[in-house]
């Protein structure tokens, strides 16, 4: 019997996938968990529309994580930190202050764990800050550390 995957199941495939499996097996365990659907041609045309639909969704977000990479490739953040006599910051700048920099300055709401901090930011100065926007995408912001 020739079922369609509506989840990831270890054992068989993917989600999406079509998979030849035993009748008692789909009859008494992957159909009735809904792990998957009979491949009946109605089936079919759904999975089909859904994959159309899914690949359009996904283009969408690849097309708003370039145009706002760009976006954010001109623009400046400040983050104002307390220094000691010689110029170092106590502690350093972390990638949550980071974060809420961008969102207060540039109104652009960014998850802290997508932002990618190389070297711990322990000193005043200009530095390129990456940010990953999507899968295939990584943008850069300039952040200058500036004495408060």
Request: hydrophobic share 40%; no cysteine.
């Amino acid at each position: 019997m020739k079922v369609i995957l509506t989840q990831d199941v270890k054992s068989l495939g993917k989600k999406g996938d079509i998979v030849e499996v035993n009748q008692g097996y789909a009859r008494n365990f992957v159909l009735p968990k809904g792990l998957g659907v009979e491949m009946t041609p109605e089936n079919m045309n759904n999975l089909k529309l859904k994959k159309q639909n899914d690949d359009k969704v996904a283009a969408e977000k690849l097309a708003a994580a370039e145009a706002l990479k760009e976006e954010l490739k001109e623009k400046k953040i400040t983050v104002p930190v307390k220094t000691g006599d010689n110029g170092k910051i106590f502690g350093s700048v972390s990638s949550k202050e980071i974060a809420e920099v961008i969102k207060e300055q540039l109104g652009i709401e960014v998850d802290k764990k997508k932002i990618i901090v190389k070297d711990p930011i322990k000193s005043l100065g200009g530095y390129q800050i990456q940010i990953k926007l999507h899968p295939q995408v990584t943008g850069e912001v300039l952040l200058d550390v500036v004495e408060k």
